[in-house]
């Protein structure tokens, strides 16, 4: 949508708009999206309980956030989203530093203007999205970033240091009427930590022993990772004490989040099964229960993301090399993602040389609870007869799907490749390959059939 045709303060006020402070506009549009039954936080799963109910709590209560939280939680995305709760477009005068609304300026240039200009101030209109500012805390991070600091080409200009013309703000007052958030807040310096005491709670700057009385408008927002809030570095007691609500995130708690959160995110270049996302959830979910693997770190929602993202290229590679008309992920594929993603995981100290073990162990218990829930109630006996009576089936990073269907044996009569075929829904070469892959690998892990690989990459099912 385009900008409002307003361009004047006089144009403004007769178009009858009422200036709101911040956290009322983002409480009313909160409230407004929840008495319609809409969702005010899109492409969240797996918070709808719990985390969702706390922050939409804050905001209405008007409190600053911090989320705490293990890597990969969402808690960036959650933060993203609130700019959504900010009116499409707002009013600002233009050219003002701040980005003040043209009824309450609050820099002495901007007051200066609209004193001399009075309805012919000029309006400009922001969006919603300018309205967000992100700061990730690095130690190097100084309180000019933050709040500003003399700019000397202004004093060169011949004026004084006390003139409050001659700051250069940081970002958040140009967060003025936004929102600021601030990731991994306890790497930010403590000394620096100290010099937003003032904004969030008199909501005025102090910069090189100049007070600003400047009425900032802003909501503080900030993430943090409790391993580094209890360790590595911390949030300072006055700052945290000022924000008004601490919310604690977590991992998708229901598989079908987990799996939701894998499809909204991955950037495939190829069809990637819905059994193979499936079994990438219980893998990483698996990995989150395993004594082995160290929980204070986490298993972020990016490992099973990277690794549905590198059995699509598996597939897009051998189709492309092999001259498959469609790339379909198999079964296989999954051993390539193991091969890349174990530097992802931080293991306890005592499983040092047992990585690759551990890992391989995990997927093939995260195939076995897929191929139960996927398989229910099919008769796999006559392939497993075909099998014991010399059948063989070789399957391989660069084996086609029209290659593993036609070593499949012949079983009569019976429809078992149809039922499993209709239940998978697949309609071509590449997915009825990768469902039968799958039921395969299911007996293996059955011990119904063995299984055998080579150094050049095929796996064979058979006696």
Sequence with gaps: MTSPDIKTLGELRASGHELKDLRSELRDNLLALLAKGEDPWPGLHGFESTVIPQVERAIIAG????LLGERGQGKTRLLRTMVGLLDEWSPVIEGSELGEHPFDPITPASIRRAAELGDDLPVAWRHRDERYAEKLATPDTSVADLIGDVDPMKVAEGRSLGDPETIHFGLIPRSHRGIVAINELPDLAERIQVAMLNVMEERDIQVRGYVLRL???????ASANPEDYTNRGRIITPLKDRFGAEIRTHYPAA??????VIRQEAHLSANV??????VLARF????????AVDQRS???A???IAGAETIAAAALRRATVRGEENAVARVVDLETAVDVLGGKIEFESGEEGRERQILEHLLRTSIAETVRGKFRGIDFALLINAIEDGAAITTGEQVTALEVLDALPVLGESDLYEVIMERFGATNAGERASAIELGLEGLFLARKVSK???DTGETTYAQ
């Design 302 to 304: 990016r490992f099973a």
């Design 215 to 221: 009425p900032l408008d802003v909501l503080v927002v």
């Design 452 to 454: 055998e690989s080579t």
């Design 273 to 278: 099964p819905d059994h193979l996302i499936e």
């Design 255 to 260: 598989l079908d989040a987990e799996v939701s």
């Design 298 to 300: 986490g298993v972020s």
């Design 284 to 291: 990483t979910r698996a990995l989150r229960e395993s004594s």
């Design 63 to 66: 409190h600053d956030i911090v």
